[in-house]
Structures are given as structure tokens and as C-alpha cells.
T-cell receptor, first 112, second 113 residues
Framework: GQQLNQSPQSMFIQEGEDVSMNCTSS?????WLWYKQDPGEGPVLLIA?????ELTSNGRLTAQFGITRKDSFLNISASIPSDVGIYFC????????????FGKGITLSVRP | DAGITQSPRYKITETGRQVTLMCHQT?????MFWYRQDLGHGLRLIYY???????DKGEVPDGYVVSRSKTENFPLTLESATRSQTSVYFC????????????FGPGTRLTVT
């Protein structure tokens, strides 16, 4: 079945640094979604991408829909302590019905 | 605007007991979903619903039952809880088909002893 690959599992950065994470698949996706999950909370949608090559920003976050449609990237600039959390990528599941396939997520830690 | 809410937020139950987790959304979204989140497995879909009275199995449906008599509510029932069902459960909703943006509730942390 479809799989979304996110690695590494964990990232550790210093406050103020930029960080980039990516999500890859062996299948083509027509939509890419990025979510963030704070500790003890539900995932929150950060950015949605609908077109190959699309670059979308949300504050300090920028995400890109890869040209091959098999990958997507999320960049966080000038990280701050509240950026800590788990970042998931997601894409439509084969067969529609609005189901999503999720990556396993990347846990981001920010050292003050 | 309440959005999507789940209750209870925390629940401890014993093996063999029936327990129901509630999910309520105020957006009139057509689609609703139940996920469980476990370390090492990420988010796994249990059941989903395209509309009232339409439900379908996800990736890990065994041991769970759902119903959807009203658009805004999507309860998840564990008929006879097992320790392997200890997990964090998330409900989510999205607009009608073609919109993949799902919006999640705050989660219910369930412990089965």
C-alpha cells in the first residue's frame, strides 16, 4: 500500500536555527498536507499543497510540493521553543473517500 | 466556534468492559474519522464515515464499533476492552469528498487495565 516516509525520527536544533524536513513516497500524490502535533494535543493542519511545484508559506513555515509529486518539504525558519512537537506529512489514500495516509512523523526538539 | 470536541479526555477502564468515546463537530462536515496513535505506529485509521448512517472500516477496525445517526456525532465503542486497546484516540472531520484537509480533536487517552 501507499507509504509516506519521514526521516529521521527525531531532530534536535538550537533556537534560532532553520530546519528542513521532507516526506517521500514511491507513489504520486495530488495533495500534500503538513500537520504539527503539540504534546498532549491533536494534530493541527499547518499547510495544504495542491499543485506540483507549489510553494506556500504560513508565518515562519514554508512548504513545497515536489515537482515529481512524490515528495514534499517543510522548512521552519528562525526556530523558537514552541516549535517543539511532532511534524507529520499526509497525502490522499488510494481510493479517495477523503482518507489520508500519514507519515510516522518527525519529533522536533529545540534547545534554548 | 467549538469545532471538534472529544470526551472524555482521559479514561481508565478494565479489561472486558464496554467503553464509548464521544466525538462532536460543529462544522457540519460530511466526513468523520477515528484514529488511534501508538508509539512506533503513528496514526492508524480505525473507522470512518462519509455521512450520517454511512460508515466503513479503516486499517485497524477489529474490536471497535461505530455509529453515526447524526452528522455532528461519531461515537466509537470498544465492545470488550483489551489491554492492546490502550492508546490515544483521535477523532477528525473533513468537508465533503475531494477535500482532504482533516481537522482533529484534542484526543482521548484510554488506559485498559
Amino acid at each position: 500500500g501507499q507509504q509516506l516516509n519521514q526521516s529521521p525520527q527525531s531532530m534536535f536544533i538550537q533556537e534560532g536555527e532553520d530546519v528542513s524536513m521532507n516526506c517521500t513516497s514511491s507513489s504520486i500524490f495530488n495533495t500534500w498536507l503538513w500537520y504539527k502535533q503539540d504534546p498532549g494535543e491533536g494534530p493541527v493542519l499547518l499547510i495544504a499543497l495542491y499543485k506540483a511545484g507549489e510553494l506556500t508559506s504560513n508565518g515562519r513555515l514554508t512548504a513545497q510540493f515536489g515537482i515529481t509529486r512524490k515528495d514534499s518539504f517543510l522548512n521552519i525558519s528562525a526556530s523558537i521553543p514552541s516549535d517543539v512537537g511532532i511534524y507529520f506529512c499526509a497525502g490522499p489514500h488510494t481510493g479517495a473517500n477523503s482518507k489520508l495516509t500519514f507519515g510516522k512523523g518527525i519529533t522536533l526538539s529545540v534547545r534554548p | 466556534d467549538a469545532g471538534i470536541t472529544q470526551s472524555p479526555r482521559y479514561k481508565i477502564t478494565e479489561t472486558g468492559r464496554q467503553v464509548t468515546l464521544m466525538c462532536h463537530q460543529t462544522w457540519s462536515h460530511s466526513y468523520m474519522f477515528w484514529y488511534r496513535q501508538d508509539l512506533g505506529h503513528g496514526l492508524r485509521l480505525i473507522y470512518y464515515s462519509a455521512a450520517a448512517d454511512i460508515t466503513d472500516k479503516g486499517e485497524v477496525p477489529d474490536g471497535y464499533v461505530v455509529s453515526r445517526s447524526k452528522t455532528e456525532n461519531f461515537p466509537l465503542t470498544l465492545e470488550s476492552a483489551t489491554r492492546s486497546q490502550t492508546s490515544v484516540y483521535f477523532c477528525a472531520s473533513s468537508k465533503s469528498g475531494g477535500s482532504y484537509e482533516q481537522y482533529f480533536g484534542p484526543g482521548t487517552r484510554l488506559t485498559v487495565t
